[in-house]
């Protein structure tokens, strides 16, 4: 049975606090906001969704992962986390900084210890030998890619053979990268492509570039914008959003999560526009450690939810 679910068009705000087992999904294609009942959650560890608008579930007495698509309520069993126990640090401190799928049926989890796959009906995960840092990692047009220090990996998983991490494309950039001054983000830009947003520092000014990665040539190719869209980037995941769905964002720009130190204060969201011009649009959101104050504006949701 394929678990593939195409392309991620919802995803879960990030409202604060939140009705038990109840969420609102916003639709990023068309704008529409939903009420959605989720009793699935009861009795599980919740984990952000994937690119493919799945969310990760992880029941609190069996260790069993699930994964819940959010608008059909089916639920996708897989083996217990408990088979990677000695990956893992205490069951208690699991994070989880990615998941996706890397075919139609071939569930990744990822985080800086461990990279594992599995599908519907395996016994245990399957260890993928990780020999660098994989940060971020995300699904991509139904595989799993991740960035190292100099190239873009896919998980291949081929019937009767170990996963294993193969390069897809080599991390040639304008700016050297380091994950001290910055990080790269991939994004799926949602008309096909896979970008990646490099986000360094020269001096004291903060610098982004954007590359659309050509799989086919196995290369980052430099590009000018991102296509009057506007991109949400945080350690983990990114997202790009048309301004058409959403007039109140400005296309061309880069708005960096809450978890991101680009921001001259906590208390503001900032959203670089033209990617390198260093201008500034500000919200009036002040602490994402506090209850949201409403109206709370689209920028504010996408920055904390990547």
């Known amino acids: 049975m394929s678990i593939l679910v195409g392309r991620m068009k919802w995803l879960i705000l990030p409202e604060k606090p939140r009705i038990r087992y109840h969420c609102r999904l916003l639709n990023l294609s068309t704008g529409e906001c939903i009420l959605a009942h989720l009793p699935e959650f009861r009795g599980h560890r919740v984990f952000s969704p994937s690119t493919e608008g799945l969310v990760l579930l992880l029941h609190e007495s069996t260790h069993v992962a699930r994964l819940l698509n959010p608008l059909t309520h089916q639920l996708t069993d897989l083996p217990p986390v408990t088979t990677l126990l000695d990956l893992l640090l205490p069951l208690c401190d699991l994070s989880v900084d ?24 395996d016994k245990c995960w399957t260890a993928v030998n990780l020999t660098d840092c994989l940060r971020p990692s995300m699904s991509f047009a139904g595989r799993f890619y991740g960035v190292t220090s100099d190239a873009i990996m896919v998980v291949v998983s081929r019937e009767s053979q170990t ?15 380091s994950r001290m ?28 570039q954007a590359y659309r990665v050509d799989l086919d040539g196995r290369k980052t190719v430099p590009v000018r914008g991102l296509g009057g869209r506007a991109v949400f980037i945080g350690h983990d995941c990114s997202l790009s959003v048309s301004p058409a769905t959403f007039p109140s964002i400005v296309g061309d720009a880069v708005y960096p999560g809450f978890d ?15 990617l390198a011009d260093g201008t500034i649009e500000h919200s009036c959101y002040e602490d994402p450690g506090k209850e949201w104050e409403h ?8 920055s904390s939810w990547v």
């Open 260 to 274: 991101c130190g680009d921001r001259t204060g906590l208390e503001h969201i900032e959203a670089y526009h033209q």
């Open 163 to 177: 996963p294993q991490l193969v390069e897809a494309a080599d991390l040639t950039l304008q700016h050297r990268f």
């Open 98 to 121: 990615g998941f996706g799928l890397a075919d139609d049926r071939t569930v990744v989890i990822h985080n800086t210890v461990f990279l594992a796959v599995a599908k519907p009906g």
């Open 295 to 302: 109206p709370v504006s689209i920028a504010d949701y996408l």
């Open 181 to 208: 001054l910055g990080g790269a983000h991939l994004v799926d830009n949602n008309i096909g492509e896979l970008l990646l947003v490099h986000r360094t520092l020269s001096g004291n000014k903060r610098l982004y």
